[in-house]
């Protein structure tokens, strides 16, 4: 199994409250990705990071920033949570060199917002 | 441009029966194509890929798919489902590494005893 680690695991939290997810990988992938999971839609992209400092949007980025400073870590964050974002937050991690650009994805973090 | 459909968000098959799990996509590059598995509570876990090496993909727990140009298709199938394989899969395509994954809405499976 691929090393990805997701905290907090679970979370609860009020609209307005800042929150940040973190993303933990031990295998030292180039690219890390987050989604979100949402009944009727599959997986959407919020953000994905191709490097250290080196970020990028996805389909669904409005309300949300990312940041790695170091390969291993790829943060989340929601600014001013709304229930819109009430949803399972999925890491996932793609290997460099490999041309099918597979993912690997961490257990899910599944947030509430009040 | 790439995206995923699947036909049909909840498929019911008697244990023992053949599993048939539809997906079409669209590309306009050769394709990386993908079948994830996701247990209750868990991320998802790949389950087989193509990768232009063969057109029918062997993949884990006696799932195959075949590739059908012709039809834009990659159908996941499994002779005799088991009371296990009751999860949902996702359907995905990609241009390759570094490119986006595009997934399918989901198609939950259930299995009846």
């Known amino acids: 199994d691929a090393g990805i680690t997701q905290s907090p695991r679970h979370k609860v939290t009020e609209t307005g409250t800042p929150v940040t997810l973190r993303c933990h990988q031990t295998e030292n992938h180039r690219y890390m990705y987050w989604y979100r999971q949402d009944p009727g839609h599959g997986l959407r992209l919020i953000h994905y990071s191709y490097g250290v400092k080196d970020t990028d949007k996805g389909e669904v980025s409005d309300g949300y920033s990312v940041s790695r400073s170091k390969t291993e870590d790829f943060l989340l964050t929601l600014e001013s949570a709304t229930s819109s974002q009430t949803s399972v937050y999925f890491c996932?991690?793609?290997?460099?060199?490999?041309?099918?650009?597979?993912?690997?994805f961490g257990e899910g973090s599944r947030l509430t917002v009040l | 441009a790439q995206s995923v459909t699947q036909l049909g968000s909840h498929v019911s098959v008697s244990e023992g029966a053949l599993v048939l799990l539809r997906c079409n996509y669209s590309s306009s590059v050769p394709p990386y194509l993908f079948w994830y598995v996701q247990y209750p509570n868990q991320g998802l876990q790949l389950l087989l890929k193509y990768t232009s090496a063969a057109t029918l993909v062997k993949g884990i727990n006696g799932f195959e798919a075949e590739f059908k140009k012709s039809e834009t298709s990659f159908h996941l199938t499994k002779p005799s489902a088991h009371m296990s394989d009751a999860a949902e899969y996702f359907c995905a395509v990609s241009a390759g590494t570094g490119n986006q994954f595009y997934f399918g809405t989901g198609t939950s499976l259930t299995v009846i005893p």
């Open positions: 996932a991690i793609s290997q460099t060199g490999v041309d099918t650009g597979e993912l690997f």
